[in-house]
C-alpha cells in the first residue's frame, strides 16, 4: 500500500489493486483477549479491482462491532477520551470506497499529530528505488519500535505491529516523537 524512503514519509500506493489476505481492509488492536484482527467487509467482486474503487459492505452492521470493539480494548486508555470520537465519526460516515475511508482515517490522525500529510503515486510502480516498498511485505521486518505502556499490560508483554491507535490511545500527542524514533532494519528495495 505504500513505501517508505529513509527519510520516513510515506508514499501511497493508489494505483494497485487490491490484494486479498492484506492489511488493506483490516486492522490489529489490544483487546483484553490479547491482538485481535477487525476487519472491513467488502463487496463482492474485489479481486484484480483497482484500490481506489474497492467498495464497503453494509449488508452487516460491521460499524457497530468495530466500534465497540475499540471502545472495549482502549475506554481505559489514557487519551481515548481525546480521540475515539474523531475515529467514531469516520468509520459512521459510511462511506462508499475503502480507500477514502482509509484516506479520511489517516488524515484525521495525522492532522491531530501534526504530522505532514503522504504523496501519492500517479501511476502504478512495480518496483519503488530507494525505498522500502511495503506493499508486500509485513512492516515489523522494517521498522524497530520502542514500547510503551498498553492498556494491557499487566497481563501482557508488549504487543507491536497494531494499529495506529494503539500508540494514539495509550500515548496521545507523544505518538508523533514515537514514531520519528522508529529505527528502519533490513534496507531493501
Known sequence: MFCLYNTHLPIIEKHENYQK??????????SANGPMNL???????KTKTPIT???????ENWMKDYLQ???SAYAN?????????LVESAIRKEHVLLFDLAQESLFIILNELSLPLP???DRYIDNYPECIDLRQYDVTEYVKASTYVQVFSNRYAFVQN???LDAL???GPETAIYISQFELLNQRN
Open 162 to 164: 497494531l494499529s495506529i
Open 169 to 171: 490511545f495509550n500515548i
Open 53 to 59: 474503487e474497492v467498495k464497503i459492505s453494509y449488508a
Open 119 to 121: 504523496e501519492y503515486t
Open 77 to 85: 486508555a489514557p487519551y481515548f477520551d481525546f480521540y475515539f470520537s
Open 21 to 30: 489476505r492484506s492489511m488493506r481492509n483490516r486492522t490489529r488492536i489490544l
Open 69 to 71: 470493539a475499540i471502545r
Open 39 to 45: 476487519s472491513i467487509p467488502l463487496r463482492k467482486g
